[in-house]
T-cell receptor, first 113, second 112 residues
Framework: AQSVTQPDIHITVSEGASLELRCNYS??????LFWYVQSPGQGLQLLLK??????LVQGIKGFEAEFKRSQSSFNLRKPSVHWSDAAEYFC???????????FGDGTTLTVKP | GAGVSQSPSNKVTEKGKDVELRCDPI?????LYWYRQSLGQGLEFLIY????????KSGLPSDRFSAERTGGSVSTLTIQRTQQEDSAVYLC??????????FGPGTRLLVL
């Protein structure tokens, strides 16, 4: 069965500081991996996705993530956080033949001025 | 439309009433998903459609919950005899098979 673990429930960073949100997955084959962001009162917006190829993927809003098969990880990074990045972030793993994606429980990001 | 739309955006109902939630997926997306998100919680998978069929209904919490999809497009999630624990945001997403899901804004359901 597929599963996703986001070890950090809540992270606080200062504006301008770098950010890394952790995601570990369990999946029996090559996974499809996703990061979504949810601002308060909003739906989920896709930040980036990994299907195959280059293990470092670039997304919107200056985010990137690196797929590390040996560590079963897909951590999200941003070099310099902006106050508008405060939101909840979800990592998800999916199947190549469609079907549901499994989501982590989310990490809430707070940005200090 | 350009994105996934859901209606109503908010719904307040009394315990015991039935409610219907609607999802209009992105045109051409054959896969459609329903999730539930309770306050401060992650996403709980409810049901997945491929075309008009639902190969995975494993997440429906009880037989009070049902969903259908017609014409490979619009989907309706029905909750019968609503209970207070049904209060949540119900999110719909659509995709091409095996690709990223695109989410609607959700329907906020409050059962009094």
């Amino acid at each position: 069965a597929q599963s996703v673990t986001q070890p950090d429930i809540h992270i606080t960073v200062s504006e301008g500081a770098s950010l890394e949100l952790r995601c570990n997955y369990s999946y029996g084959a090559t996974p499809y991996l996703f990061w979504y962001v949810q601002s308060p009162g909003q739906g989920l917006q896709l930040l980036l996705k990994y299907f195959s190829g280059d293990t470092l993927v670039q997304g919107i809003k200056g985010f990137e993530a690196e797929f590390k098969r040996s560590q079963s990880s897909f951590n999200l990074r941003k070099p310099s956080v902006h106050w508008s990045d405060a939101a909840e972030y979800f990592c998800a793993v999916g199947a190549a033949n469609a079907g549901k994606s499994t989501f982590g429980d989310g990490t809430t990001l707070t940005v200090k001025p | 439309g350009a994105g996934v739309s859901q209606s109503p955006s908010n719904k307040v109902t009394e315990k015991g009433k039935d409610v219907e939630l609607r999802c209009d997926p992105i045109s051409g997306h054959t896969a459609l998903y329903w999730y539930r998100q309770s306050l401060g919680q992650g996403l709980e998978f409810l049901i997945y459609f491929q075309g008009n069929s639902a190969p995975d209904k494993s997440g429906l919490p009880s037989d009070r919950f049902s969903a259908e999809r017609t014409g490979g497009s619009v989907s309706t999630l029905t909750i019968q005899r609503t209970q207070q624990e049904d209060s949540a945001v119900y999110l719909c997403a659509s995709s091409y098979p095996g690709t990223a899901q695109y989410f609607g804004p959700g329907t906020r359901l409050l059962v009094l």
